[in-house]
T-cell receptor, first 113, second 116 residues
């Protein structure tokens, strides 16, 4: 069974601080996605990483896919209250033609003004 | 732009009752799926469909039925509600059934279901 483990589970920081959250697995994924979910809403895609070692930037957010395609990280520079939310990583299960997506349990981020 | 519409937004049921959660999309997406989200467990796939007339089981299918008679609609049926099915349910779609590159999924805003 493929699993995605996210850490930390919860993070509370002050505005302006930097942070990194992690998504790890013992399995290889063809690609990983990061979503952000706000209370009362569904997850919204932030980025998809597909190549081992790939780094993508989205304004103050930097996403990296591990060389072995088993892990990924999300780094936020100078966090703002608007970054508050649940960050989820997701990967396509390779055992079923990629039709099943596996989600991690998420990192809940709270940025205090 | 409606995107993915889920109804109802909230529902309270008694144990043993049945109900249908509705999901409708106006993007002509081939792939549709249902997830449940529970605290500390992330999103777990219940059922999915790669096109009209085609459905398959996900990670946690027991107690749920689905059908896909049209491209637009993908209802989720609870046959006999149990307290363990208290959760937030999300419907999601992708443009095509080709999931190898993990195409983006578009989520509805969820249905919050409580079973007493």
């Amino acid at each position: 069974t493929q699993l995605l483990e996210q850490s930390p589970q919860f993070l509370s920081i002050q505005e302006g601080e930097n942070l990194t959250v992690y998504c790890n697995s013992s399995s290889v994924f063809s690609s990983l996605q990061w979503y952000r979910q706000e209370p009362g809403e569904g997850p919204v895609l932030l980025v998809t990483v597909v190549t081992g070692g790939e780094v993508k930037k989205l304004k103050r957010l930097t996403f990296q896919f591990g060389d072995a395609r088993k892990d990924s990280s999300l780094h936020i520079t100078a966090a703002q209250p608007g970054d508050t939310g649940l960050y989820l990583c997701a990967g396509a299960s390779g055992n079923t033609g990629g039709f099943k997506t596996i989600f991690g349990a998420g990192t809940r981020l709270f940025v205090k003004a | 732009n409606a995107g993915v519409t889920q109804t109802p937004k909230f529902q309270v049921l008694k144990t043993g009752q049945s109900m249908t959660l509705q999901c409708a999309q106006d993007m002509n997406h081939e792939y549709m799926s249902w997830y449940r989200q529970d605290p500390g467990m992330g999103l777990r796939l219940i059922h999915y469909s790669v096109g009209a007339g085609i459905t398959d089981q996900g990670e946690v299918p027991n107690g749920y039925n689905v059908s896909r008679s049209t491209t637009e609609d993908f209802p989720l049926r609870l046959l006999s509600a149990a307290p363990s099915q208290t959760s937030v349910y999300f419907c999601a779609t992708s443009r095509t059934k080709n999931r190898v590159r993990n195409q983006p999924q578009h989520f509805g805003d969820g249905t919050r279901l409580s079973i007493l």
